[in-house]
């Protein structure tokens, strides 16, 4: 694929702007950094490993030596990290807030906020961000870019265990953040297209490395070659800094949402009374989440 003729048809220059990246250190959050510093952007990675993500800019900055990018260190499983990154945000003036982080097959426990730590990195904590910054964002000209899922289809919520917590499976889990992170976010934001919902389709990165070592052997080459890369991937979260999405449209690649360059779709996966109680859960979860004091 030819990646400079698709950046010059569906993007601009994004110099001064500054754009925060959550998972910058990870396979699509790489790539997703490299685009964005090609595009002239300014970054701030929000990462939880300090040194691979200051590798990850000294590898940049040898491409594009007059990039300017920070970091700051937040591991999502952590809310008073998250609720110190968040006021560190709102002071670097941020324009573009891309919510990439995720885990998925990772042992399971529960956060010290008492949410499943699968639930809290991939939902809670993303949320959080997007509703601590949107304000700024949106006085901005900007957009939040929540990075989302094909997996919150097979994960309808429950409300008697809203983070899955009796589920075995994390697929499911994973799933059901990914349906809390989407539906929490088209209610609040309601059809302002200061957001945005994307799903990079599928690609092999450490997220979708999951399996038994020998199983993994055999199918890592494959998956490669049937799936597309990282860095095709990461074409969808570019598109949806510079497009919005109204309530219930998201982008991703355009083959069934698995292969391709990034298309906007409307998306019917959750009836409105599902949604709506989506949204008043999430209410209180970020009630609870900004009541409570920063401990450290
Ligand atoms: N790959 C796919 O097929 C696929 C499909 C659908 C959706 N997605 C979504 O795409 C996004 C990027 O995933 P990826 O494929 O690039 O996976 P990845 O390579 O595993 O990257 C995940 C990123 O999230 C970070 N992360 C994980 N737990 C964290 C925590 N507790 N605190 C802070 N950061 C944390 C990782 O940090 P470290 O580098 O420190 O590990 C890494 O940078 C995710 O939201 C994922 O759900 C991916």
């Known amino acids: 694929m030819n990646y400079n003729k698709w950046l010059c048809k569906n993007t601009h220059s994004l110099k001064g702007k500054t754009v925060a990246v ?11 950094c490299d685009f964005l510093s090609m595009l002239g952007a300014n970054l701030v990675c929000l990462d939880r490993n300090f040194q691979k993500s200051n590798k990850m800019i000294a590898d940049l900055k040898v491409k594009y030596p007059n990039l300017s990018a920070t970091h700051i260190t937040v591991d999502l499983e952590d809310i008073d990290a998250v609720k110190k990154a968040a006021t560190q945000l709102k002071e670097l003036k941020i324009d573009y807030l891309i919510l ?53 289809n097979y994960s309808k919520i429950d409300t008697n265990d809203i983070e899955f917590s009796n589920v075995v499976a994390s697929s ?27 799903h990079p389709g599928i690609t092999l990165t450490n997220i979708t490395a999951h399996y038994p070592k020998f199983i993994f052997a055999i199918i890592k080459h494959p998956m490669k070659i049937i799936f597309m890369s990282p860095r095709k991937a990461a074409l969808c ?40 109680q989506i949204c008043e859960i999430s209410d209180k979860i970020y009630n609870d989440i900004t009541k409570e004091t920063v401990t450290n």
């Open 237 to 276: 979260i570019i598109y949806g800094i510079f497009n919005g999405a109204k309530t219930n449209e998201w982008i991703g690649p355009r083959l069934f949402n698995i292969w391709g360059i990034p298309k906007k779709r409307r998306l019917n996966s959750c009836d409105p009374c599902e949604a709506k």
């Open 172 to 198: 499911k889990v994973y799933g059901n953040a990914k349906r809390f992170l989407t539906f929490s976010l088209y209610g609040f934001f309601k059809n302002d297209e200061t957001l945005s919902v994307v």
């Open 100 to 152: 990439n982080a995720g885990a998925y097959k990772i042992p399971r426990h529960k956060c010290d906020s008492g949410y499943d730590n699968v639930f809290q990195i991939n939902y809670v904590s993303p949320y959080y961000l997007a509703r601590e910054l949107y304000p700024k964002i949106k006085s901005r000209g900007g957009r939040v870019v929540a990075v989302s899922s094909i997996a919150h």
């Open 22 to 32: 959550s998972g910058a250190t990870g396979g699509i959050g790489k790539n997703l």
